[in-house]
T-cell receptor, first 115, second 115 residues
């Protein structure tokens, strides 16, 4: 099975612009989560989508949004980019282990640099 | 608020020794605790998951313990190899309002195994 894929891998934008990142989960996985990783804050949860609906949301401003399509592919959008949005953006699909345990399979990430 | 602490200083050990990494948490009653490995520029990779009612879990050279009284997990790598050099992240799952478990990650500890 192919893993989680993310595009693009690298992106350079300037302040005030907007950006859209894409994620394709592992085939058959219906849940997609997005995370932001920075050296200062570590890995922080942005939001989770399941069956095209946002199921959970982290503590980020409204400039960060996302959506999920019927084929489970997901996009996240950041509007009015700020310097502090420079980060590695990771997408993960959720997989069930034994019983009710679940884990996350992460993609390689999109490295966003805001100038 | 919930807090997860991992040693921010890198752990340097000699090849063949056992590496022990620590994850402490406060204000939390996690259902699960997970350990991930992350290599530079890549997404985290799931290693092990342990439930709150389990004391210990093993997988090949890896061992995780979970002490809910001390609010601490220890992650051991026996017979360490230079290829084990990476950042190891601890994540605690909590039940979010959307009805799914969301992992909250520590900042990670860098392990360097010297030949």
């Amino acid at each position: 099975k192919a893993g989680v894929t993310q595009t693009p891998r690298y992106l350079i934008k300037t302040r005030g612009q907007q950006v859209t990142l894409s994620c394709s989960p592992i085939s058959g996985h219906r849940s997609v989560s997005w995370y932001q990783q920075t050296p200062g804050q570590g890995l922080q949860f942005l939001f989770e989508y399941f069956s095209e609906t946002q199921r959970n949301k982290g503590n980020f401003p409204g400039r960060f949004s996302g959506r999920q399509f019927s084929n489970s592919r997901s996009e996240m959008n950041v509007s009015t980019l700020e310097l502090g949005d420079s980060a590695l953006y990771l997408c993960a699909s959720r997989r069930k282990l034994a019983g009710d345990q679940e884990t996350q399979y992460f993609g390689p990430g999109t490295r966003l640099l805001v100038l | 608020s919930q807090k997860i602490e991992q040693n921010s200083e890198a752990l340097n050990i000699q090849e063949g020794k056992t590496a022990t990494l620590t994850c402490n948490y406060t204000n939390y009653s996690p259902a699960y605790l997970q350990w991930y490995r992350q290599d530079p520029g890549r997404g985290p990779v799931f290693l092990l998951l342990i439930r709150e009612n389990e004391k210990e879990k093993r997988k090949e050279r890896l061992k995780v313990t979970f002490d809910t009284t001390l609010k601490q997990s220890l992650f051991h790598i026996t017979a360490s190899q230079p290829a084990d050099s990476a950042t190891y992240l601890c994540a605690l799952d909590f039940l979010a309002s959307g009805g799914s478990y969301i992992p909250t990650f520590g900042r990670g500890t860098s392990l360097i195994v010297h030949p």
